[in-house]
């Protein structure tokens, strides 16, 4: 059973940074596009950054210039530098991976999320 942990989350006030990780483990063959998304209680789950193996990265508009991706597929890391954090983007930030588990066979995967709060 593959399993995505995230960690890093907390409380942190307007401007200030945050890291988050996130750990792959379980049986797989490789890890494929991997992402962080975040959800508050008004919105929908959203894409806020996603990488491809090569470390290809795209980023949400409102993000651009204050998140960075990244990730170590040796380590199995997938990792986001959050700095000059607004109010906006406080919510539950989720990691999510496309895994080959096997011949022909992609699964995606969710972590349970960390709780990222911005206070004014």
Known sequence: QVQLVESGGGSVQVG??????CAASGRMITIGDMGWYR???????EVVATTTRDGDANYADSVKGRFTVSRDNRKRILT????????ADTGVYYCHAKIWIGLG????????????????
């Not at 959800?39 to 789950?45: A, E, F, L």
């Not at 986001?80 to 109010?87: G, K």
């Open 16 to 21: 200030g940074s945050l890291r988050l990780s």
């Open 39 to 45: 959800q508050t209680p008004g919105k929908q789950r």
């Open 80 to 87: 986001l530098e959050m700095s000059n954090l607004d109010s």
């Open 105 to 120: 066979n992609e699964v995606d995967s969710w972590g349970q999320g960390t709780q990222v709060t911005v206070s004014s």
